[in-house]
């Protein structure tokens, strides 16, 4: 789904980029251009980027915890 029609960039688009390291809103807009013409798109882009940072640190807690208990030492 496309988020920002002003720089034609998908929702796929920004999550990738918060997963390859855009973790703030002003990363988006220098990595990307998201909210950068009118900003009509910053409120949900702001949204996409607050629920990504958030499932990305439950995946990594996750996988902390699942190494914790395969660990035989
Ligand atoms: S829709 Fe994103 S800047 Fe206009």
Redesign the pocket.
């Given at each position: 789904m496309i988020v920002?029609?002003?720089?034609n960039i998908s929702d796929r688009e920004i999550r990738m980029a918060i997963e390859l390291g855009s973790d703030s809103m002003e990363a988006l807009q220098r990595d990307l251009g998201?909210?950068?013409?009118?900003?009509?798109?910053l409120s949900y882009a702001t949204e996409l980027l607050g629920d990504t940072l958030a499932q990305s640190h439950t995946t990594v807690l996750q996988e902390t915890v699942l190494q914790r208990q395969t660990c035989s030492n």
């Amino acid at each position: 789904m496309i988020v920002c029609v002003c720089n034609n960039i998908s929702d796929r688009e920004i999550r990738m980029a918060i997963e390859l390291g855009s973790d703030s809103m002003e990363a988006l807009q220098r990595d990307l251009g998201v909210a950068t013409c009118c900003g009509q798109c910053l409120s949900y882009a702001t949204e996409l980027l607050g629920d990504t940072l958030a499932q990305s640190h439950t995946t990594v807690l996750q996988e902390t915890v699942l190494q914790r208990q395969t660990c035989s030492n």
